[in-house]
């Protein structure tokens, strides 16, 4: 059995904030992000040698601060593997010390990208003020979960805390007596994981949590940069994204919605094999096709099938209803051609997850 050097605890903060709101939230954060960078990318271009500046390649064309703050997440993450790697190498004070600080410093960034609330940083203020009165070494703080809410993770020494924890909880309880707030989870209490590291849910390679209700889909959201990103949202977020998304393809009800509007047969022959196609497509942004691997319809066999039937209705349903046009490049010979989708358009997939 392994022997942590370290506890770990999950406090539950009494408060609890729905997905979608805080999908939301990172998406103002992200447009402001965009804004700035905008901004002070055009300001710069005014003066002269302004690629000099140390931060220009961080506002750039290739580069935006929004994608810069992730991958300083991810890089966080990296060192909080190698504190791990290095405590149960040695096991010594500075390593745990140095483990504890990062775990604060990614919080630290989960502020910006207002994932944290007022009352969850109340918490970590003081569980950090309430470790050093104590005369620990320090404390590392996190929130965890979907954010603005749920547990708060709060990793000390061992058995620093353990004696304590009672008091610590009532504490907290004084800060907002409103709030119903508990032991989640302790280590030296509940115990590990005995099969050591689980992967239980990867939503790009189709790994879906047992934990997750059949009632929910998996939503790939195609963005105008081309790029993509998976979430999992229930039925209710659905009926809302339905709502208001300009263009969704929806695999469990073979139907295709613009603008809140389904498609019928008189507006396109074949949604169910629209759909079969552009879920190829839209993982292949700029990239060519071969009509070769969409042999899984008869359309693809023919390139004046295709364009006539399932392309050309597609594309003049999406520019009648959003004015947006479906950048799509065609080329080659009839019964051997291929197709490139363009950047430039947004869309949704969904499908069940089980």
């Given at each position: 059995m392994?022997?942590?050097?370290v506890?770990?605890?999950?406090?539950?903060?009494?408060e609890?904030?729905?997905?979608?709101?805080?999908?939301?939230?990172?998406?103002?954060?992200?447009?402001?992000?965009?804004?700035?960078?905008?901004?002070?990318?055009?300001?710069?271009?005014?003066?002269?040698?302004?690629?000099?500046?140390?931060?220009?390649?961080?506002?750039?064309d290739?580069?935006?601060?929004?994608?810069?703050?992730?991958?300083?997440?991810?890089?966080?993450?990296?060192e909080?593997?190698?504190?791990?790697?290095?405590?149960?190498?040695?096991?010594?004070?500075?390593?745990i010390?140095?483990?504890?600080?990062?775990?604060?410093?990614?919080?630290?960034?989960?502020?910006?990208?207002?994932?944290?609330?007022?009352?969850?940083?109340?918490?970590?203020?003081?569980?950090?003020?309430?470790?050093?009165r104590k005369?620990?070494?320090?404390?590392?703080?996190?929130?965890?979960?979907?954010?603005?809410?749920?547990?708060?993770?709060?990793?000390?020494?061992?058995?620093?805390?353990?004696?304590?924890?009672?008091?610590?909880?009532?504490?907290?309880?004084?800060?907002?007596?409103?709030?119903?707030?508990?032991?989640?989870?302790?280590?030296?209490?509940?115990?590990?994981?005995?099969?050591?590291?689980?992967?239980?849910?990867d939503?790009?390679?189709?790994?879906?949590?047992?934990?997750?209700?059949?009632?929910?889909?998996?939503?790939?959201?195609?963005?105008?940069?081309?790029?993509?990103?998976?979430?999992?949202?229930?039925?209710?977020?659905?009926?809302?994204?339905?709502?208001?998304?300009?263009?969704?393809?929806?695999?469990?009800?073979?139907?295709?919605?613009?603008?809140?509007?389904?498609?019928?047969?008189?507006?396109?022959?074949?949604?169910?094999?629209?759909?079969?196609?552009?879920?190829?497509?839209?993982?292949?942004?700029?990239k060519s096709?071969?009509?070769?691997?969409?042999?899984?319809?008869?359309?693809?066999?023919?390139?004046?099938?295709f364009?006539?039937?399932?392309?050309?209705?597609?594309?003049?349903?999406?520019?009648?209803?959003?004015?947006?046009?479906?950048?799509?490049?065609?080329?080659?010979?009839?019964?051997?051609?291929?197709?490139?989708?363009?950047?430039?358009?947004?869309?949704?997939?969904?499908?069940?997850?089980?």
């Amino acid at each position: 059995m392994i022997r942590w050097p370290v506890d770990i605890t999950l406090i539950y903060s009494g408060e609890i904030k729905p997905h979608h709101l805080l999908l939301e939230s990172v998406k103002e954060v992200k447009n402001r992000h965009y804004m700035i960078a905008e901004e002070v990318k055009g300001s710069l271009k005014k003066m002269n040698d302004f690629k000099k500046y140390v931060f220009w390649d961080k506002i750039s064309d290739q580069a935006d601060l929004w994608t810069t703050h992730v991958n300083s997440l991810a890089t966080t993450s990296i060192e909080v593997f190698y504190c791990l790697k290095k405590m149960f190498e040695r096991d010594t004070e500075n390593i745990i010390h140095d483990l504890l600080l990062v775990i604060r410093g990614y919080n630290d960034g989960l502020k910006i990208m207002s994932l944290t609330s007022n009352w969850t940083r109340e918490i970590m203020a003081f569980l950090v003020d309430y470790s050093w009165r104590k005369g620990s070494a320090s404390a590392g703080v996190k929130l965890t979960g979907a954010g603005r809410g749920g547990d708060v993770l709060f990793v000390t020494p061992a058995y620093d805390f353990r004696d304590s924890m009672d008091d610590i909880l009532d504490h907290i309880r004084k800060l907002d007596e409103t709030k119903t707030i508990f032991l989640d989870y302790a280590s030296w209490i509940d115990g590990f994981e005995n099969r050591g590291i689980m992967l239980e849910q990867d939503i790009e390679n189709k790994i879906i949590s047992n934990w997750v209700s059949c009632d929910c889909f998996k939503v790939t959201h195609l963005k105008r940069d081309g790029s993509t990103e998976s979430s999992i949202m229930s039925s209710m977020e659905i009926d809302e994204l339905k709502k208001k998304a300009q263009i969704i393809l929806d695999k469990s009800e073979k139907k295709i919605y613009i603008n809140g509007k389904k498609m019928t047969s008189d507006e396109l022959l074949s949604s169910s094999t629209t759909i079969d196609f552009f879920e190829i497509l839209m993982t292949k942004v700029g990239k060519s096709i071969s009509n070769k691997n969409l042999n899984f319809s008869s359309y693809a066999n023919d390139r004046n099938e295709f364009q006539g039937k399932i392309l050309h209705p597609f594309q003049k349903i999406i520019k009648e209803l959003t004015k947006n046009n479906l950048n799509i490049e065609l080329h080659g010979a009839i019964t051997d051609f291929h197709i490139r989708l363009q950047s430039g358009t947004e869309m949704y997939f969904i499908h069940k997850t089980c």
